[in-house]
């Protein structure tokens, strides 16, 4: 009880902290109207589950990443079985997620008759919206991405990059499923689930190969080409987002948060991009 009397206290003040926020910068809409789909789903109802989830995230990475720094230099070693094991898992357990999202999305898109951009949501589609709330979901579990990266000692790969798209991502998906799971939502979740079939096929390659450099440059060739596709998706998706804050009748303060959302991530996205192949590129054509 007491527990309970506290997470109910801790709720109050996260959810008139939250809305008071997005009242101030213009997203008032989000505040008191939960989905009838989601509103019963775990995490959906407030938006302090999804804030906490964050906050825990950042300290994990914020401490992980300390303890690493601090750690003494050793050789490189081999990861330990359990934690190969353990990424292969992961990497597959989303392959196939990814896969299904993407095809439940075109199928239920079809089922509805939605216009390929400019479809509203309806609180009737409980299977899209079941789907949206899936992807949700899913975006919290790929918190583990960056917790396998910190059992491995990867440091270096848990970059500004990395951790914002993994915190806000799950936020953007938080807010959709909250307001309107479904209608043009299904766009981004038909777009984003084959690039991520696709990134984690890469990582599970990556895996699987180990350090053998010749097998490496022979299957995992085509990284700069994942980059280039996850490019495109924010590119084609900044468009909807465009077109459907000008003309759909989905949510338009939606549409305008995914809007400026997707230019973050293409200015970051096309940053790692120049910082990675640019320099290898320069390196090839350097005089030797």
């Given at each position: 009880?007491?527990?309970?009397a506290?997470?109910?206290?801790y709720?109050?003040?996260?959810?008139?902290?939250?809305?008071?926020?997005?009242?101030?910068?213009?997203?008032?809409?989000?505040?008191?109207?939960?989905?009838?789909?989601?509103?019963h789903l775990?995490?959906i109802?407030?938006?302090?589950?999804?804030?906490?989830?964050v906050?825990?995230?950042?300290?994990?990475?914020?401490?992980?990443?300390?303890?690493?720094?601090?750690r003494?230099s050793?050789?490189?070693r081999e990861?330990?079985?359990?934690?190969?094991?353990l990424?292969?898992?992961?990497n597959?357990?989303l392959?196939s997620?990814?896969?299904?999202?993407?095809?439940?999305?075109?199928?239920?898109?079809?089922?509805?008759?939605?216009?390929?951009w400019?479809?509203?949501?309806?609180?009737?589609?409980?299977d899209?919206?079941?789907?949206?709330?899936?992807?949700?979901?899913?975006?919290?579990?790929?918190f583990?991405?960056t917790?396998?990266?910190l059992?491995?000692?990867?440091?270096?790969?848990?970059?500004?990059l990395?951790?914002?798209?993994?915190?806000?991502?799950?936020?953007i998906?938080?807010?959709?499923?909250?307001?309107?799971?479904?209608?043009d939502?299904?766009?981004?979740?038909?777009?984003?689930?084959?690039v991520?079939?696709?990134?984690?096929?890469?990582?599970?390659?990556a895996?699987?190969?180990?350090?053998?450099?010749k097998a490496?440059?022979?299957?995992?060739?085509?990284?700069?080409?994942?980059?280039?596709?996850?490019?495109f998706?924010f590119?084609?998706?900044?468009?909807?987002?465009a077109?459907?804050w000008?003309?759909?009748?989905?949510?338009?303060?939606?549409?305008?948060?995914?809007?400026?959302?997707?230019?973050t991530?293409?200015?970051?996205?096309?940053?790692?991009?120049?910082?990675?192949?640019?320099?290898?590129?320069?390196?090839?054509?350097?005089?030797?």
């Open positions: 009880m007491a527990l309970t506290a997470w109910h206290k709720d109050a003040i996260v959810s008139r902290f939250v809305f008071d926020g997005l009242r101030r910068v213009g997203l008032q809409e989000i505040q008191g109207h939960p989905s009838v789909i989601t509103a775990p995490f109802a407030s938006p302090t589950p999804q804030v906490t989830f906050l825990a995230y950042l300290l994990i990475v914020v401490c992980g990443v300390a303890a690493l720094r601090t003494k050793s050789a490189p990861d330990p079985a359990w934690l190969r094991l990424v292969q898992a992961h597959l357990v392959i997620l990814s896969a299904y999202m993407s095809s439940a999305a075109c199928y239920y898109a079809w089922k509805y008759g939605y216009r390929f400019g479809t509203n949501y309806s609180p009737k589609e409980r899209m919206g079941g789907l949206i709330y899936t992807l949700y979901v899913s975006k919290l579990y790929e583990v991405d917790l396998i990266m059992l491995k000692g990867k440091v270096e790969q848990v970059s500004f990395h951790v914002y798209h993994h915190a806000s991502i799950s936020t998906w938080w807010a959709i499923a909250y307001v309107a799971p479904g209608g939502a299904w766009y981004c979740c038909f777009l984003n689930s084959p991520h079939v696709l990134m984690y096929t890469y990582y599970l390659l895996t699987l190969l180990g350090k053998d450099a490496r440059r022979k299957y995992l060739w085509w990284g700069r080409t994942l980059t280039q596709f996850q490019m998706q590119v084609t998706m900044m468009l909807e987002a077109y459907t000008a003309y759909s009748p989905y949510p338009k303060f939606l549409s305008k948060l995914l809007f400026f959302y997707m230019i991530l293409l200015a970051l996205f096309a940053n790692f991009y120049a910082q990675k192949h640019g320099s290898s590129r320069a390196a090839k054509q350097k005089p030797q």
